[in-house]
C-alpha cells in the first residue's frame, strides 16, 4: 500500500460521514500510478433538503510526494513504503491536500418560476440568479478567504438557448506541515469538512432568497 496515511484519512471520513443525517450517494478512492496521484470522491445528494441546490460534491486530491512528505513529518513513520524509495524521500514538499468543492444547482427550479421561456428569457434568469448569488456570498462571507467561480454548460431548443448544467466551484488547499499526529490531522479536516457543511446551508438558504429575485 502506496497512501497508508491517506488510506487512514479516507477510513476516518467514511466513518465520520455514516454518523452524519446525509445521503451520500458516492463515495470513490481513485488512484493513478501513471502520475503518482491518488484521491477520494464524495457526492451527497441535497434534494431533501433544498429545492435549488440538488447535490455537494466535494474531491480531494493527494499524491506520493505529498504522502512521502508528510510520512517524513509524523513520529512512527519510518517504516512508511514510500520513505524507502530515492524518488519520493529525497524531494521535500509541503503537505497538503487539495480541496474542490462544487455545488449543483437546480436551474429548473427557476425556470418553473418564469412566466415564459421562449428567447432569452431562460439563460437571462440564470444569469441575475448567479449574479445575485455571488453578491450575497460576498456579503455573507466578508472575512473568509472565499475563492470561487461558476461552471455553466448551454444548450437550446426551439424557444431559445438555457442553461443545464449551473454549478458553483470552490478550491482550497489544507495544509498539514505543523501537525505531529495523525489524530490530530483527523481533527482537523473533520473541522474542515464541517465547515463546507456549514457553508452548503448557508449557500442553500442564498439560493432560496436571490431565486425569487432571478425569476
Excluded: C
Excluded at 464524495?42 to 510520512?71: C, P, Q, T, Y
Amino acid at each position: 500500500m502506496n497512501y497508508p496515511i491517506f488510506s487512514a484519512i479516507v477510513n476516518q471520513a467514511e466513518a465520520r460521514l455514516s454518523r452524519r443525517a446525509i445521503n451520500v450517494e458516492q463515495f470513490r478512492l481513485w488512484n493513478e500510478e501513471k502520475i503518482n496521484a491518488t484521491g477520494l470522491e464524495i457526492g451527497m445528494n441535497l434534494s431533501n433538503r433544498s429545492n435549488h441546490v440538488k447535490r455537494l460534491s466535494i474531491n480531494l486530491d493527494w499524491d506520493k510526494f505529498r504522502e512521502a512528505g508528510l510520512a517524513r513529518q509524523l513520529p512512527g513513520m519510518e517504516k512508511h513504503p514510500l520513505l524507502n524509495n530515492d524518488v519520493f524521500s529525497g524531494k521535500k514538499l509541503t503537505p497538503y491536500i487539495d480541496v474542490e468543492t462544487i455545488w449543483y444547482f437546480d436551474e429548473e427550479a427557476l425556470y418553473q418560476k418564469l412566466d415564459s421561456q421562449v428567447g432569452n428569457r431562460r439563460i437571462e434568469a440564470a444569469s441575475h440568479w448567479m449574479e445575485f448569488i455571488n453578491r450575497e456570498l460576498k456579503r455573507v462571507f466578508t472575512d473568509e478567504n472565499l475563492i470561487t467561480r461558476w461552471h455553466v454548460d448551454i444548450e437550446g431548443d426551439m424557444d431559445g438557448r438555457y442553461v443545464t448544467d449551473m454549478s458553483l466551484i470552490s478550491y482550497m488547499q489544507y495544509h498539514l506541515e505543523d501537525f505531529e499526529s495523525l489524530n490530530d490531522i483527523h481533527s482537523y479536516l473533520e473541522q474542515k469538512i464541517q465547515n463546507i457543511f456549514q457553508l452548503t446551508e448557508a449557500i442553500m438558504k442564498i439560493a432560496s432568497k436571490t431565486l425569487e429575485q432571478a425569476a
